[in-house]
């Protein structure tokens, strides 16, 4: 196999992008793959010892007919039967292979960027109740205002974390199973049951932990600008905080404890989770474009707009996960550089209603956890 395209030289925090890399979709297809032989195995009757694994696979070959099919799976699913046998994929379609698999890496990616984002939220929480009475100047318009306190610009972040995590717990993760043309017909022909997609479609959902939608969604891509939002929105969370921790840090109010060099300027400690941060929320309007784009879809499968989503869709979970990993990290890294009051902090109304409404709104959030 050639060098890898993309191994992280210039995604500086792409470790955390494993969550999405091809050998985790590839692994969430094999998945797929497995629970549609069992299901279906059962559901005609036939029994099957098979056990299809995605280590068995040679990578080379799948690229190769990756690219004469234009879709992975064509070249998978003859590699699975070799394991596996004729009832490998049987009565599916591509798409119901594809969609499925990137929505159980949907649901994985979002659960892990949910509680990295808990982890955050609960630094933020102990900071604003720390400093609910230490005063603040604010800026409105990039000019000084008024004084508030610390403890209220940290109870804003809560704000934020709290409605991306509320918008986190609505997103549903649907199974996609159609067959060639979204009807379901395949699987009737092949069992003799007219409501035989019915019932295959609730056991894979079962199986695989996904929602069952109780349709074929093939070109109704409702359910991916859904899963994109709640991704796009982790990120949108994370560039807004990364802009007030940058600006905050400029002027040496919180300040990262770790903080990065600079090639020309070896005295400089720079912001490095702030700046990443603001760079993955600037990005993150790209995937989305194009996949506001490509929801515009039409027959019973399109030829293009499906296979323009993979990589955004992909992206945009990339994104999420890297955002919420930085700002939990930037969080645990905060240090505070000015002086609490001397009075108790608790003892000052100002901001402490707003403080604690934050702390209250964003404990109620975090208790909600991923469906």
């Known amino acids: 196999m050639a060098d890898a395209f993309d191994w992280g030289l210039l995604e500086p925090a792409g470790e955390a992008a494993s969550a999405v890399s091809d050998d985790r979709i590839l692994r969430a297809m094999v998945e797929v793959e497995r629970a549609h032989l ?29 690219r004469r099919a234009g879709v992975p799976i064509v070249g998978l699913v003859q590699a699975l ?80 974390l709290s409605s991306t995590l509320e918008l986190l717990d609505t997103a549903s993760f649907p199974l996609q199973l159609g067959g060639a043309v979204g009807d379901g017909d395949a699987f009737a022909r092949l069992s003799g049951d007219p409501d035989a997609v019915v019932g295959l479609r609730r056991r894979l959902a079962d199986a695989l932990g996904l929602a069952d939608p109780g349709r074929a969604w093939h070109t109704d891509r409702s359910a991916v600008l ?98 919420a990993g930085l700002l939990a990290h930037a969080a645990e890294d905060l240090v505070v550089q000015v002086r609490r009051t001397a009075t108790d902090p608790a003892s000052s109304p100002r901001g402490g209603a707003a403080v604690d409404s934050a702390v209250a709104r964003f404990e109620r959030a975090a208790g909600e956890g991923v469906r």
């Open 226 to 323: 859904a899963v994109a939002r709640a991704a796009l929105s982790v990120c949108a969370a994370g560039g807004r905080i990364g802009r007030d921790l940058g600006l905050l840090a400029r002027d040496e109010v919180v300040t990262p404890l770790h903080g990065g060099g600079s090639s020309a300027m070896p005295h400089k400690s720079n912001p490095v989770d702030a700046v990443l941060l603001v760079a993955n929320g600037l990005r993150a309007s790209g995937p989305a474009a194009v996949l506001q784009a490509t929801a515009l879809s039409y027959d019973a499968r399109p030829a293009g707009e499906w296979h323009a989503e993979w990589q955004p869709w992909r992206e945009s979970l990339r994104l999420a996960v890297e955002s």
């Open 81 to 160: 039967r070799e394991q596996g046998g004729t009832l490998v994929h049987q009565g599916m379609t591509s798409q119901d292979v594809m969609d499925s698999a990137l929505m159980l890496v949907s649901r994985d990616a979002l659960a892990a960027s949910r509680a990295a984002l808990v982890a955050a939220g609960r630094r933020f929480s102990t900071l604003a109740r720390e400093h609910r009475g230490t005063p603040f100047a604010v800026r409105t318009l990039t000019q000084e205002a008024e004084t508030t306190t610390l403890g209220t610009v940290f109870g804003g972040w809560l704000d934020v």
């Open 38 to 66: 069992a299901a279906w195995s059962g559901l005609l009757g036939v029994e099957t010892t098979s056990s299809l694994d995605s280590g068995l696979l040679d990578r080379d070959a799948l690229l190769r007919e990756s």
